[in-house]
């Protein structure tokens, strides 16, 4: 019997296993199965809460076509809420080890629980071969890029993970999982990639949708939000502040003019429950 437990943040939802007391033999399966939203918990994916030599804790995320990822924004503010909650670091700072480096957060906590948590996502990583992108070096700022009947202006950041950033006109409407998925297993992306459809709402204030690697369309993106932050100050369409409005709730991020970016969100614990 394994335990777990189901949270979200932001309508970005991941069943979270405690690994300082259960042990995942197989979390490439056990993600594949557990994110079923009809035969299985459902779920964005599974992401494993370890002990870790270098943080509070480690965090490992894999997608739900059990692919790992290397960082979730929304899944490692309720990892921060976890440890908090359930004993395993209580302080309202901590760090967490994840695949794109060590992270550290400020918890938020209301009456003994934390309800909101900010994030030092760390700095972005602009250069294409850091993304990783095909192509010549340099940035990819309103770059050209032609996939299917469409021709799209992309700006792309790796958050530690890779993002494809487009700005379009009317994002409620915009065909979503067409040119998401087409783009995500581009061959300009060698480890596919994430892609993000954004909607200039005010100068201080965007609309999100995103398409993520192994997952589809989910509610929210943590690491997406703060590329869309970082891609809408590099083309002079917003401040180093802004408010996101996601499908499943906002995120308030800001690109520090030190570099690192911060990110500000709930973090929901739904349900425990046991898998057989």
Same mark, same amino acid.
């Given at each position: 019997?394994?335990?777990?437990?189901?949270?979200?943040?932001?309508? *970005?939802?991941?069943?979270?296993?405690?690994?300082? @007391?259960?042990?995942? #033999?197989?979390?490439?399966?056990?993600? +594949?199965? !557990?994110?079923?939203?009809? /035969?299985?918990?459902?779920?964005?994916?599974?992401?494993?809460?370890? %002990?870790?030599?270098?943080?509070?804790?480690?965090?490992?995320?894999?997608?739900?076509?059990?692919?790992?990822? &290397?960082?979730?924004? *929304?899944?490692?503010?309720? +990892?921060?809420?976890?440890?908090?909650?359930?004993?395993?670091? =209580?302080?309202?700072?901590?760090?967490? &080890?994840?695949?794109?480096? !060590?992270?550290?957060?400020?918890?938020?906590?209301?009456?003994?629980?934390?309800?909101?948590?900010?994030?030092?996502?760390?700095?972005?990583?602009?250069?294409?071969?850091?993304? %990783?992108? +095909?192509?010549?070096?340099?940035?990819?700022?309103?770059?050209?890029? #032609?996939?299917?009947?469409?021709?799209?202006?992309?700006?792309?950041?790796?958050?530690?993970?890779?993002?494809?950033?487009?700005?379009?006109?009317?994002?409620?409407?915009?065909?979503?999982? =067409?040119?998401?998925?087409?783009? &995500?297993?581009? #061959?300009? /992306? #060698?480890?596919?990639?994430?892609?993000?459809?954004?909607?200039?709402?005010?100068?201080?204030?965007?609309?999100?949708?995103?398409?993520?690697?192994?997952? $589809?369309?989910?509610?929210?993106?943590?690491?997406?939000?703060?590329?869309?932050?970082?891609?809408? /100050?590099?083309?002079?369409?917003? $401040?180093?502040?802004?408010?996101?409005?996601?499908?499943?709730? @906002?995120?308030?991020?800001?690109?520090?003019?030190?570099? %690192?970016?911060?990110?500000?969100?709930?973090? +929901?614990?739904? /349900?425990?429950?046991?898998?057989?």
């Amino acid at each position: 019997m394994l335990r777990f437990t189901k949270m979200h943040g932001a309508g *970005n939802d991941y069943v979270y296993v405690n690994g300082f @007391e259960e042990t995942v #033999p197989d979390p490439a399966a056990l993600a +594949v199965r !557990v994110s079923d939203r009809h /035969f299985g918990v459902g779920s964005d994916g599974l992401i494993l809460i370890l %002990p870790s030599y270098k943080a509070d804790c480690c965090m490992r995320i894999f997608n739900a076509d059990g692919s790992e990822a &290397e960082m979730c924004g *929304n899944g490692v503010r309720c +990892v921060a809420k976890y440890v908090y909650d359930h004993g395993i670091a =209580r302080k309202e700072e901590i760090t967490v &080890e994840t695949g794109a480096g !060590v992270l550290s957060l400020r918890i938020f906590p209301e009456k003994g629980r934390v309800a909101r948590v900010r994030v030092n996502m760390g700095m972005p990583r602009m250069d294409r071969s850091e993304i %990783p992108m +095909v192509g010549p070096e340099g940035r990819v700022v309103g770059e050209p890029f #032609p996939v299917l009947d469409r021709t799209f202006s992309v700006t792309c950041v790796s958050m530690g993970n890779p993002h494809c950033v487009i700005f379009v006109d009317e994002v409620d409407r915009f065909p979503v999982e =067409r040119y998401g998925r087409a783009i &995500e297993n581009h #061959p300009a /992306f #060698p480890r596919r990639t994430n892609v993000e459809f954004v909607q200039v709402v005010g100068r201080d204030e965007l609309q999100q949708r995103t398409w993520e690697r192994g997952s $589809g369309e989910t509610l929210a993106c943590g690491t997406g939000a703060s590329a869309v932050a970082v891609s809408a /100050f590099l083309n002079g369409i917003a $401040g180093r502040r802004v408010r996101i409005h996601l499908r499943g709730g @906002e995120l308030e991020l800001e690109w520090s003019e030190e570099g %690192p970016v911060y990110m500000t969100g709930p973090a +929901v614990e739904v /349900f425990t429950g046991v898998i057989d």
